[in-house]
């Protein structure tokens, strides 16, 4: 670091150089953040083992010669390698709960945190959730939130990749829910147990939905999370057509499907045109994401068969 930063003394200091040095850099914020500043508080906080809140209610502090080095460290780092800072801290904040995350996973920041707040509401009754099936839930962080939000809920979480469900598992155990979730290996739908015939209540998803031609423009700090929770074929929805397709036969009778598919939302309706896809908004923002009840996914299901069929 050059020699100036031992004008920095404070942590107001730290927290706007970081800042500059990152928007000088052209860093990609979208992880936990969306903005310079936001993200080098968010390190500088880390680095001193203070909440992300305390950082500027303690702003004007003074820092050790040691803590501005190991702030200035974190902050180096971030800006040579490009990796999200969530990986650097070993954790986020989802749906208001502190979750461990590793590059085996990728870093929870779906827009399905504010419906799962509210129980899936109003597009299923929360008091009347009982099972909820995560699927390709890598962290866990949809499942792990639903079980918390509907505490009388049972909850599965499902992923085809072992390294992503040891961090489910732990994230599992870190809320004390190892009673009530169940952590299952599973591509999609296949290794989902039949030992119940009621079916879920609720299915919900955040899988892989990223096109072969985006995969290719994604920023550097992409490159840093797991491929298998991105790359989802040519049009990015070979995933997400084969959960359509298979969902009705895990849902309660009256159970809803909810998946998030960003920015292939265009490339699903052109492809399945007769499909009533309902596309939720959010208060605190972000789309792409449709539910459908079990009756229409049913009554869709040879289009489904035939999308799949084709891609």
Do not use: K
Request: hydrophobic share 45%; glycine share 8%.
């Amino acid at each position: 670091m050059p020699a100036d930063t031992d004008a920095l003394t404070t942590i107001d200091d730290l927290v706007r150089w970081g800042a500059s040095r990152f928007a000088e850099a052209g860093l990609h914020f979208g992880h936990g953040t969306d903005n310079a500043r936001d993200e080098s508080n968010w390190l500088v906080a880390h680095a001193l083992c203070l909440p992300f809140e305390l950082a500027s209610e303690y702003g004007g502090c003074h820092v050790t010669a040691t803590e501005r080095d190991a702030v200035l460290r974190l902050l180096a780092t971030r800006v040579d390698e490009r990796r999200p800072a969530a990986y650097l801290t070993g954790g986020i904040r989802f749906a208001g709960l502190e979750l461990e995350v590793d590059e085996a996973v990728m870093i929870p920041r779906s827009p399905l945190a504010e419906l799962i707040e509210q129980g899936f509401a109003p597009w299923a009754e929360p008091e009347r959730v009982r099972r909820v099936l995560d699927l390709c839930c890598g962290s866990g962080c949809l499942g792990i939130a639903a079980a918390v939000y509907l505490p009388n809920a049972a909850v599965d979480l499902a992923d085809i990749s072992p390294a992503a469900l040891a961090v489910a598992r732990r994230n599992c155990r870190r809320h004390g829910l190892d009673a009530r979730v169940r952590v299952l290996t599973s591509d999609l739908f296949a290794s989902i147990g039949g030992e119940e015939d009621d079916g879920y209540d609720v299915i919900v998803s955040n899988p892989p939905y990223v096109s072969a031609a985006e995969m290719e423009t994604l920023p550097a700090e992409y490159c840093h999370e797991p491929a298998l929770a991105f790359a989802a074929g040519e049009s990015g929805l070979d995933l997400v057509l084969r959960i359509l397709r298979d969902a009705p036969d895990y849902l309660a009778d009256e159970g809803i499907l909810v998946v998030e598919v960003g920015n292939s939302a265009a490339a699903l309706e052109a492809t399945l045109p007769q499909v009533p896809f309902t596309w939720l908004d959010f208060e605190r923002g972000g789309e792409g994401v449709f539910t459908l009840d079990r009756a229409t996914l049913a009554a869709h299901h040879d289009e489904f068969a035939e999308a799949v069929a084709a891609s």
